[in-house]
């Protein structure tokens, strides 16, 4: 009698979608290596481990690392971009709908000069000089500002100038002192004690005059006060600590979200 040899079984041959990510993520295995908790797993962990298997330790620890690691990516990205504020959250709804409550901005140094396309010469000194003293704006029939005169000459409003982030100054209302503001640069103003802009938020609906004539600084904004010049923005990444900061302390203090908040943010 003829002995029975079961038949070999094959290994089944891999095909499809899942054949093509089981390769995709083989081929990229080694971008864990750009990871850099994957040299805590390896390094620190096991010392951690040897200390205690408390998970609540483990969390500790890669949250310390999360903190030691943004903070180093912030440095670098401070030194490439020659800024020290690479990133600022947009906090309002005044820039729509250019950039909207909880995007994220990457910033870099401003270029020098910061407007060459609308650049005015001033023979006078403004940096304590009001903007309603050498500035003439006019408005169209919704109020939105047209076009301004300086020095005898007139400037169409136009959204074409940089983006960037500067530190607000108003000696008649201290607590605008410092904040940070992202607006749009509508002229640059040489003048006889330094360089100077004018400034406006792009959204017509909150932002009809521009910021030296809304209260915010009242005094030319000098070039020296810009923090940065926006690169780029990423839409709604700053969302988390809006979040948990702006709009939970604003429910907490008032009964209701922001007046900004729109949507998620």
């Known amino acids: 009698m003829a002995k029975f040899i079961p038949p070999k079984?094959?290994?089944?041959?891999?095909?499809?979608?899942?054949?093509?990510?089981?390769?995709?993520?083989?081929?990229?295995?080694?971008?864990?290596?750009?990871?850099?908790?994957?040299?805590?797993?390896?390094?620190?962990?096991?010392?951690?481990?040897?200390?205690?298997?408390?998970?609540?330790?483990?969390?500790?620890?890669?949250?310390?690392?999360?903190?030691?690691?943004?903070?180093?990516?912030?440095?670098?990205?401070?030194?490439?971009?020659?800024?020290?504020?690479?990133?600022?959250?947009?906090?309002?709804?005044?820039?729509?709908?250019t950039m909207h409550r909880g995007d994220v901005v990457l910033l870099k140094s401003v270029d020098n000069p910061i407007f060459p396309a609308r650049n005015v010469l001033v023979d006078l000194n403004?940096?304590?000089?009001?903007?309603?003293?050498?500035?003439?704006?006019?408005y169209d029939s919704s109020g939105e500002l047209s076009s301004f005169t300086i020095?005898?000459?007139?400037?169409?409003?136009?959204?074409?100038?940089?983006?960037?982030?500067?530190?607000?100054?108003?000696?008649?209302y201290p607590m605008y002192n410092g904040k940070q503001i992202i607006h749009r640069a509508i002229v640059e103003l040489d003048a006889v004690d330094g360089q100077f802009v004018l400034t406006k938020g792009d959204n017509s609906a909150t932002n009809k005059k521009f910021d030296q004539e809304l209260g915010l600084t009242l005094y030319p904004s000098s070039t020296k006060d810009i923090l940065g010049q926006v690169v780029v923005s990423i839409p709604l990444l700053g969302c988390v600590k809006l979040w948990l900061v702006d709009d939970?302390?604003?429910?907490?203090?008032?009964?209701?979200?922001?007046?900004?908040?729109?949507?998620?943010?």
């Open 248 to 265: 939970f302390s604003s429910v907490l203090y008032s009964g209701h979200l922001p007046s900004d908040f729109k949507g998620i943010c």
């Open 9 to 97: 079984k094959h290994k089944p041959i891999l095909s499809g979608p899942k054949s093509a990510v089981t390769k995709l993520r083989s081929r990229l295995s080694f971008l864990k290596w750009i990871d850099p908790f994957t040299y805590v797993d390896l390094f620190v962990m096991p010392q951690v481990k040897k200390i205690s298997n408390s998970e609540f330790l483990e969390f500790a620890v890669n949250v310390v690392f999360a903190f030691i690691f943004a903070a180093v990516i912030y440095t670098i990205l401070g030194l490439l971009l020659q800024t020290a504020t690479p990133l600022v959250i947009v906090y309002s709804a005044s820039m729509e709908p």
């Open 126 to 138: 403004i940096a304590n000089l009001l903007t309603s003293n050498f500035v003439q704006s006019s």
């Open 151 to 172: 020095n005898g000459k007139e400037i169409l409003y136009k959204k074409d100038g940089p983006i960037i982030v500067y530190s607000a100054y108003n000696p008649a």
